[in-house]
């Protein structure tokens, strides 16, 4: 589930949005009424997305704390707010954000908004991967699926093993299986993960779940993953350093 941080000094707006979003299936966190609120929630939480209101009260506003953000914590935003005159665009414009909604805005222009902003943020992380590859995104430490015009986030920590079928890719976790169109190097590229140690041609495996590994055969929990004898001889050299 995408994890979203509002922050918006006007408490009825707040609690429209708040409203909109829940619908909409994303994770919102507390929200932050201005910049001191919004710094704390960012020094304990690391949200996928910012919605953050240019118009805060207190000294600083939304660009200041824009700002900030780019510094220190390296989270994409999107501004909300009732200001589209040219300086304030301006203004906004140097700090890069992901997106730019004008209020008033409807439940479909929120949800517009954000999931451009994920496809955006796609498009500067992936740049070296294929136009049909990159439907599907990694950001941090998440893989976000695509599903038509919305994503889901997975964390990368559930995943047990990956299994290539063709030109698509079987994501294996716990509790079911994801499929997606990508080749099994590129999405290993992509992920950039150590945990993640490829043990044949068609699996990799996540080593955080390995159980046991013989010389044909590796167990991730109570699953058999087969390896190869190439493959093997690296997961013993990784295994002797770990």
Do not use: C
């Not at 994303?26 to 240019?54: F, K, R, S």
């Not at 954000?114 to 941090?140: G, H, Q, R, W, Y």
């Not at 038509?148 to 559930?158: I, V």
């Amino acid at each position: 589930m995408v994890k979203i941080l509002l922050v918006e000094d006007e408490g009825i707006i707040a609690a429209d949005m708040e409203n909109m979003l829940s619908k909409m299936g994303y994770d919102v966190l507390e929200t932050a009424m201005d910049y001191d609120e919004a710094i704390e929630i960012l020094e304990v939480e690391t949200p996928d997305l910012i919605l953050l209101d240019v118009n805060l009260g207190g000294k600083k506003d939304g660009i200041d704390l824009a700002e900030v953000i780019n510094e220190r914590f390296k989270i994409p935003f999107i501004f909300t707010t009732s200001y589209s005159d040219g300086p304030t665009i301006e203004r906004a414009k140097k700090v890069n954000p992901t997106n730019y909604l004008v209020k008033p805005f409807k439940q479909e222009q929120l949800f517009t908004a954000i999931e451009m902003a994920l496809f955006i943020i796609s498009k500067k992380t992936e740049e070296d991967t294929k136009p049909e590859e990159s439907d599907n995104l990694v950001i941090k430490d998440a893989l976000f699926i695509k599903d038509k015009y919305r994503y889901t986030k997975l964390p990368l920590s559930e995943i047990l093993w990956i299994k290539a079928e063709g030109n698509y890719v079987e994501i294996h976790l716990a509790d079911r299986k994801e499929i997606i169109r990508n080749s099994l190097s590129l999405f290993l590229e992509k992920l950039k993960k150590q945990n993640f140690f490829r043990t044949h041609k068609s699996f990799a495996v996540n080593l955080d779940y390995l159980t046991r590994f013989e010389p044909t055969v590796v167990y991730i929990l109570n699953t058999e993953i087969p390896i190869s004898k190439k493959y093997a001889e690296e997961l013993v050299k990784r295994l002797e350093v770990m």
